[in-house]
């Protein structure tokens, strides 16, 4: 299976390197978008395309790229990008940002591919071993240890291409085919952390939503978000046929995650799901204080 399930963080590994949803070919990019242009950036794994389905045939106008979701996150920082699918924590590491649309990457229960593998009991974890590919999901991790154990252990990276039995840590963050994959080894515990924080707070989990920086007049791109969207929920049967043979999994799995173990829509209980997220993660000194949820609609 490939690690592209759901690396939400996106929190969450690798996917095909394409630059654009358009043929570019070799040819060097503009050094200037002209200003009509709304730079949108997007991500290409099997948890966003319910989100990104016809996109660049509903934004014509648009530039539509694809990139990891951290690297989105840092274009948008800079202004290289005016809309893009972000991880949620980099929302609230960020500033003058707007949530523009309603659909997002949420869980209201077990989301499958993002778990915590402990050696020992929580309260008793000294060492984490941290996905690489993660950081939404590394701020939950450390949040719901914290919070429910008063423990914040030490911390330390997993690289993408090692498995869990590769640390000695006394508890491993993984995500995507790492955490859909069963270890051969036994665990004190084992948590799948969109079941984790739902039981917990009775909320849901957002993973990450699309973002866009206040200045950027987006009324359009907006609406054509939501309806890539619904285009998307309506052809998921469609969407995991189609891509489950490129991750090498069989359709009914694809199928099964995208309709059970993942939400897009940013509904008044996700964004409850944000604001205590939000909250806990400023409390914890994992992001700033001061930085606002804002959402245009």
Same mark, same amino acid.
Request: net charge negative; with cysteine; aromatic share 6%.
């Given at each position: 299976?490939?690690?592209?399930?759901?690396?939400?963080?996106?929190?969450?590994?690798?996917? $095909?390197?394409?630059?654009?949803l +358009?043929?570019?070919?070799?040819?060097?990019?503009?050094a200037r978008?002209?200003?009509?242009?709304v730079?949108?950036?997007a991500?290409?794994?099997?948890?966003?395309?319910?989100?990104?389905?016809?996109?660049?045939?509903?934004?014509?106008?648009a530039t539509?790229?694809?990139?990891?979701?951290s +690297?989105?996150?840092?274009?948008?920082?800079?202004?290289?990008?005016?809309?893009?699918?972000?991880?949620?924590?980099?929302?609230?590491?960020?500033?003058?940002?707007?949530?523009? !649309?309603?659909?997002?990457?949420a869980?209201?229960?077990?989301?499958l591919?993002?778990k915590l593998?402990?050696?020992?009991?929580?309260?008793?974890i +000294?060492?984490?071993?941290?996905?690489?590919? !993660? %950081?939404? !999901?590394?701020?939950?991790?450390?949040?719901?240890?914290?919070e429910?154990?008063?423990?914040?252990?030490?911390?330390?990276p997993?690289p993408?291409?090692m498995?869990?039995?590769?640390?000695?840590?006394?508890?491993v963050?993984?995500?995507?085919d790492?955490?859909?994959?069963?270890?051969?080894?036994?665990?004190?515990?084992?948590?799948?952390?969109? $079941?984790? =924080?739902?039981? =917990?707070t009775?909320?849901?989990?957002v993973?990450?939503? =699309?973002?866009?920086? +206040?200045?950027?007049?987006s009324?359009?791109?907006?609406?054509?978000?939501?309806?890539?969207?619904?285009r998307?929920?309506?052809?998921?049967?469609?969407?995991?046929?189609? $891509?489950a043979?490129?991750?090498?999994?069989?359709v009914?799995?694809?199928?099964?995650?995208?309709?059970e173990?993942?939400?897009?829509?940013l509904?008044?209980?996700?964004?409850?799901?944000?604001?205590?997220?939000?909250?806990?993660?400023?409390?914890?000194?994992?992001?700033?204080?001061?930085?606002d949820?804002?959402? %245009?609609?």
């Amino acid at each position: 299976m490939n690690q592209q399930l759901l690396a939400t963080e996106f929190e969450i590994s690798v996917s $095909e390197p394409v630059n654009s949803l +358009r043929a570019t070919g070799n040819s060097p990019k503009p050094a200037r978008q002209p200003p009509s242009t709304v730079r949108v950036g997007a991500v290409s794994y099997l948890n966003s395309k319910p989100l990104v389905e016809d996109l660049q045939e509903l934004l014509p106008e648009a530039t539509v790229s694809l990139d990891y979701p951290s +690297r989105l996150a840092d274009q948008l920082s800079v202004g290289t990008l005016d809309v893009a699918l972000i991880p949620s924590v980099e929302y609230m590491r960020g500033a003058d940002y707007e949530i523009i !649309s309603d659909a997002c990457v949420a869980t209201r229960g077990p989301v499958l591919s993002v778990k915590l593998y402990s050696r020992v009991d929580p309260g008793a974890i +000294r060492t984490l071993a941290l996905d690489e590919g !993660s %950081r939404t !999901s590394a701020t939950l991790a450390r949040i719901l240890l914290m919070e429910r154990f008063g423990v914040d252990p030490a911390r330390q990276p997993l690289p993408i291409e090692m498995s869990v039995q590769h640390t000695d840590a006394d508890a491993v963050l993984v995500i995507g085919d790492r955490a859909m994959h069963a270890p051969t080894e036994q665990f004190h515990t084992v948590w799948d952390l969109g $079941e984790e =924080w739902l039981a =917990w707070t009775g909320l849901p989990f957002v993973f990450a939503m =699309w973002v866009a920086r +206040r200045e950027v007049a987006s009324a359009h791109v907006e609406a054509m978000l939501s309806e890539s969207r619904n285009r998307g929920i309506a052809r998921i049967p469609e969407i995991a046929k189609r $891509e489950a043979s490129k991750l090498n999994i069989p359709v009914a799995n694809a199928e099964r995650y995208l309709t059970e173990n993942l939400y897009f829509r940013l509904t008044s209980a996700e964004r409850s799901g944000l604001r205590l997220f939000q909250q806990l993660a400023v409390q914890a000194g994992l992001a700033p204080e001061g930085v606002d949820l804002v959402f %245009r609609n």
